[in-house]
């Protein structure tokens, strides 16, 4: 590695070597040298990679549902368009009521 190696910041290190191991352009001895390289950081990629992909799906269906939500409180939509979103909302088992918002 280069002489820098220290003014890196771990955390964006260890996200470029989990790249690495879902890079399917990366040799089998890029991805083990990463893998031993995160091992050495102590990152919990394999936990960290593993929940990654079902975080992702649920944040995004959670914000289609949000935006089903905010089609019920839109004066400017149509009928048909709040009936559509009701039958997502209840095919989802989902509120149709909004979210209270944090105040920061």
């Known amino acids: ?3 820098n190696d ?3 910041n771990p ?6 070597l989990r790249g690495t191991l879902h ?3 990366a040799s089998d ?7 031993e390289r995160l091992r050495e950081m102590g990152d919990d990629f ?9 975080g992702t799906g649920d944040a995004h269906q959670n914000q289609v549902l949000g935006g089903y939500k905010a089609t019920l409180h839109n004066d400017k939509v149509g009928e048909a368009a709040k009936a559509h979103a009701r039958e997502v909302l ?3 088992n989902a509120s149709e009521e909004p979210l209270p ?4």
């Not at 955390?11 to 470029?16: H, P, S």
């Not at 001895?29 to 893998?35: G, I, L, N, Q």
């Not at 960290?48 to 992909?53: A, D, E, L």
């Not at 918002?101 to 920061?104: C, D, E």
Request: aromatic residues 0%.
């Open 6 to 8: 220290s003014q890196k």
């Open 23 to 25: 890079n399917d352009n």
């Open 90 to 92: 209840d095919n989802a």
């Open 29 to 35: 001895e890029a991805k083990d040298r990463a893998t």
């Open 11 to 16: 955390e964006r290190v260890a996200a470029g």
């Open 101 to 104: 918002q944090s105040k920061n």
């Open 1 to 3: 590695m280069s002489g």
């Open 46 to 54: 394999e936990n960290k990679t593993n929940r990654g992909s079902a």
